[in-house]
């Protein structure tokens, strides 16, 4: 035998033993064999068999299932790019972002006069979710790989949303001077219902870019007017202080869409259809967690809930943060559980007892968030208004109910979950329906929302029980 | 005469081969009316060739997009697809020798349910069966079941109206061609460009799947390809190496005809000049199934006998080639072979290509009918190819063959060629009477009408083969003993 063809014969039957040891079956063999070259001449000529496949049945039936197993190298798809949102350090800091905001809100801008907070409150709840529906959309784009296209309909959402919020302030502004009696808005309205829903579209840009710690830079501004308002000396421009954070967010937003182009491939109805239904949901969550400012304006004899009150909702705030972090760990252990399990009952319990694990793991903190809170603003005060209990008591089993509600989407309910936020924003309606003829106080107001909030809770828990065990993809 | 041309990834959405190819054929007969069925990821891509106007529609179907929308399955409904896709799933792992037959009582099931509703149960549905599967957890089979549902999505299109269907590939592009069949009678032909059975399993294996979930893929895969080769009318592979793949997957060694590629002999004139320096050009992607390593190899083995040889590489680098790409240059370096080794990109007209070469050569691992080399052998170049796939058949008399990954053999038939001016020129004449002998254009388009009219089934005589079909005495076995129709389940169990 020469050299050259000791050397061809090495060659293949080590190719043979690859394509054996690598395969399930010999027709995958035979394929693997015919795309490392050989062909039936060779099978013929140094293996004796009849073609390639005859080979690879020869092989793999004559050596059985003990056979040497190499699986095959996976040829991984190139990165899709940098823009698609990464889970970072700053990922877990989303609850104080999400916080900074609201308290920032609730401490330098006071509204005073029904229609601007009217005002003011409309537009928080629209433009969340319209953020809702962008981020939908712009999570279809990165569902088809396409980083790019996202950036691309993230910068416009964000400039043509700025746009139209600035339109329609001012329309409604213009509304508001003519309908009602009202001389407390002015330009100034205008710039904070616009500067509101920038920010949120700001944000909401930063978030799904995975650009956390610049929103973080952003709101420095705002959180150095809240400190120096919290020790007593507070700046007298504290809202260019506000501005000017919302400048920042926008130049970050900006920036971090830059590397932006055509999507690769237009969206479905579907997508749509899905983001109009996130929107939907951003709505009516809005609607539900602002019902005690909204019952205070919507009520006779406007008056504010007291800052010392209102403060109940920040941990709630703070803990959409903590519900972000348990989904993504739920979404994993989920997929661990998938892919360590072949018995579709094992699954269901393992599955029930993981969801009571993160069930609890959101509530406990949020309902211990709440009460130390509660315990501080008694310090501080002197005195706990009896409010704040129930206040804070209604947004635990509320901020749980949400938490569930997003459990329910990532296991691709969102439509049960947008019927059962309906109810909930029916009852809550009627409440207020109801109020106007019979003035209701506002101990009674939280009371409703604290029964509603319950009942919402518990139709969420018996869905995502049944649900959770059904074995289903985690994407 | 209508026929419904059926793509999957081809015509008229993407370029290349079979996009070519496609064209040549709805353009080449004019009197043939067509309609496209082009099976695409997501169906919204945009289109890369104008059809002409004998194409009377285009109907694109987005196997990758989200399943269509109908109102859901009822109770009884779910149930009996349920056991159908346990049925399809049983016969996949079980084997045997009725397991083809299941495979397609199951499929004939599925199709008479999405009439009913919407399949997009199948995402809700992970089969009993296959959790039961030794090692195939339940993410496995959440993961077959997604993919099975994109390969049989066409199950839940309407059946094409035509006088015969033309698949260009075996897999969901025959399951449009036999939903016709089994509820109008239609006939239905398979032209197979590469091997579809091939092509899956190969992308199987670099997704990274698990084994045992690559166990249920590979299985898949063959019993979809087979009903394909059992029951199409007729199976025309452009290669005899095709044909050889075909017949091993199922199809009556009878009902196989192999119809090779035609190229425009006017557009490929003989090239009677040469270049100034030997050279070697090649033509096509740089790929690793193209082999360029053994390519660069053997042209170093080359350039020690004929010192001012060249090669000239022709065609862009694939997304995703990149580093392949690289590694070839870092060899061209390694060797010592600098400016003799080009990379020129893409090129058009081909024939360009040829010409700036004395011999045309191709170092593949894997062809199915390589065009280029039926190009270079109408063009009057001779070739040096592989021992793989259609290769040898389409280079003929025309050129030398060597095995594959065998850069010295490869390296001999190219110094034997560039130093015996004679034998060269007179391999490239034997290969232009080669070429012109069976890969004209007007030689395949007659025989794609030959193929059209012998299985053109007069209208009266479709609607006996449609009585016979088996969708209308479709059994859901096992679960179902009492051997009614889905209908009639379906209506009992409401």
Redesign the interface.
Known sequence: MTR?RAE?VL?EESALADATA?S??P??AA??L??????D??ARDLFGAH?V?MLAERVMTHEGPDRP?A??V?????NAGGAARRTTFWFHLRGVLYAVPALVTLTLLPAVDPVESALVLGGLVLSWAWSYGVAGIAWAHLG?QDPAGARRFLRRALIGGVLLAAVVATAVVYAALIVTSTLQVDLLTVLLLTGQSTYLLAAATLLMTGHELLLLVAVCPAVAALGLGLTGRMPADALRWVGAGVLLAVLFALAATRRAARPR??L?A??WATALQQSCYGLLVAVAVLFPAINELVNDNYDALPLSVTLAALPLVVSMGIAEILLTRFRSRM?A????????AA?ARSARRTLLRYEVAFAVPLAATSAALGVVVEGVTGTLDARYGLLAGGYVVLGTAIFTAMLLNLL?RGRRVLATLAATVAALVAFEVHAVSVTATDTEALAWLAIVATVTLVVHLVLVRRYVA????HR | MKVALVTEGTYPVHPGGVSTWCDQLVRGLPEVTFEVVALTGSGREPADHVPPSNVAAVRRIGLWAPPPRSHPFTRSATEIFAGAYTQLFESVLCGGPQAADWFESALQTMRLLAGYGSLDVWSRTPVPGMATTPALTLADALAVTDLVEHFLRPLQLPAPAADLVHATANGPSVLVGLMAKWEAGTPVVLSEHGVYLRERLLATRREGYSRAMRTVLVRFFHRLTELGYRHVDAVLPVSDFNARWAVRGGAPAGRVRTLHNGVDPGDLPLLTNEPVEPTLAFVGRIDPLKDIDTLVRAFALVRGQVPAARLRLFGGVPTGNEAYAAEIHRLVDDLGLGAAVTFEGPVSPVTQAFAAGHVVVLSSLSEGLPLTVIEAGMSGRPTVVTDVGGAPEAAGRGGLVVPPRDPAAFAAACIHLLTHDGRRRGLGLAGRAHALAHFTLDRFLGDIRQVYAAHTVAPDDRRGRAGERPLQRAEVRRSDAEHADVPSLIAARA
Do not use: K, Y
């Not at chain 1, 059904?470 to 993809?473: A, D, E, G, L, T």
């Open positions: 050259h061809h060659r690598s399930v079956d027709i995958e394929v693997v015919e795309s490392a070259g050989m062909n001449r060779v073609d496949l197993v699986d095959p996976p040829v991984r798809p190139e088809n491939q237009r479905g579907a997508a997929s559980l998938l892919a360590t399990t072949s018995s579709s699954f691709g059904v074995p289903v993809s």
